[in-house]
């Protein structure tokens, strides 16, 4: 039985919290063609005076925000990074009340603009700018400065008070197109732990290729095939290929390695990998043996063109059956034809090249989180 194909949904924009004239809260949706920062967060940077955006929200009590005792304490929480290889980027988190009613991601729903920055791009921005605009429900809105490398941690306090006793907190893992861990609304009590699998933000599918990752080309693992990949291409983050269109548990990093070997076919078109010295022998080796009008200056195959004559008489024809002729063409010269081929192949090998398996095993959880009052 043939089945639809599932239409792509887009992020979905999170509600913005706004004041009406009569003094209640309303809702509005932000739109999704609205400009944001695409800039990547400075990570392993020790200069780097990037201010994450924090809302200590100090300038109203936690009784006025319905605090049920007005007694703010202080709790410790630590993030342990349990994988091999991976590391998460800069960390949100708030503390809450159940007054916060809005989820920050369903399962099976499209994940909401700022959390796709996160996911993403490791941008936490998004999301405290939203959450500050709630006037009740929110104690403290914060972000942590990342990375969390494999098996780091990093402790920091939050407070509790009243009714404000729920944690929210996401990250995401930049060896990944879109992926994060997150915890929604846990309650924050002494001795609590969670452990965190992944999560698929679906808004990017999941190409893992080098230069569609937050990482930059400085911060691949060693034995990574993207730690020698260009760092104009490494380094460019390109988000634009759609995802499932829901958020879902990761589905983990794959081998793609016939993908690989379709490429290394690809890129033995080179006039090195094919040993031939004219347009005539490159293109008889490509598989064009048989056409000797292309070829030849006679019809029974025996005076091979020269480069001049092949280039005069495809520009004449306007012979544009396949794309290698309009770059020889275009280049006008046997040699510069050559050298085109191998900056292509180049760039290809560059572009294509995809992380691997091992960066982390989505079997097993990624992040411990502890809290300690």
């Given at each position: 039985r043939v089945r639809s194909i599932p239409e792509i949904r887009e992020p979905n924009p999170r509600p913005i919290t706004v004041v009406s004239a009569s003094g209640k809260d309303q809702q509005r949706r932000r739109d999704l063609r609205s400009p944001h920062s695409s800039a990547k967060p400075g990570r392993h940077h020790a200069n780097?005076?990037?201010d994450l955006k924090k809302s200590k929200k100090s300038s109203k009590s936690s009784t006025s925000k319905g605090s049920k005792s007005g007694n703010e304490e202080t709790c410790f929480v630590r993030l342990t990074n349990l994988t091999k290889e991976q590391w998460f980027s800069d960390i949100f988190w708030m503390v809450h009340s159940d007054k916060v009613e809005l989820p920050l991601w369903s399962y099976g729903r499209p994940a909401?603009?700022?959390?796709a920055a996160l996911a993403q791009r490791g941008d936490t921005s998004e999301l405290t700018d939203f959450f500050e605009t709630f006037d009740t429900g929110v104690l403290e809105v914060d972000a942590e400065r990342g990375p969390l490398t494999e098996g780091d941690r990093i402790t920091f306090?939050?407070?509790?008070?009243?009714?404000?006793?729920?944690?929210?907190?996401?990250?995401?893992?930049?060896?990944?197109?879109?992926?994060f861990v997150s915890i929604d609304a846990g309650e924050i009590k002494d001795g609590r732990v969670w452990w965190l699998w992944g999560l698929d933000a679906g808004v990017e599918a999941n190409t893992q290729l080098c230069w569609t990752v937050q990482a930059t080309s400085t911060e691949f693992p060693p034995n990574s095939e993207c730690e020698g990949v260009r760092a104009s291409i490494a380094d460019e983050n390109d988000d634009r290929i759609p995802g499932e269109g829901f958020v879902h548990v990761h589905s983990g990093i794959h081998d793609f390695g016939s993908s690989k070997n379709a490429l290394n076919d690809f890129l033995a078109f080179t006039c090195n990998e094919l040993d031939v010295d004219s347009f005539?022998?490159?293109?008889?080796?490509?598989?064009?043996?048989?056409?000797?009008?292309?070829?030849?200056?006679?019809?029974r195959g025996r005076n091979e063109k020269d480069d001049e004559t092949f280039l005069e008489d495809i520009t004449r024809q306007q012979i544009r059956e396949d794309v290698l002729f309009e770059i020889a063409v275009e280049a006008g010269s046997f040699r510069k034809f050559c050298r085109e081929l191998e900056d292509i192949a180049?760039?290809?090998?560059?572009?294509?090249v995809t992380l691997e398996p091992q960066v982390f095993d989505f079997r097993t959880p990624m992040m411990k989180v502890e809290i300690h009052c």
């Open positions: 780097d005076e990037r909401f603009e700022d959390v306090d939050i407070p509790r008070s009243g009714s404000y006793n729920l944690f929210t907190m996401a990250t995401s893992f930049i060896f990944a197109n879109d992926g005539v022998e490159y293109f008889r080796e490509v598989g064009y043996e048989d056409d000797f009008s292309l070829l030849y200056d006679d019809d180049d760039f290809l090998f560059n572009t294509f």
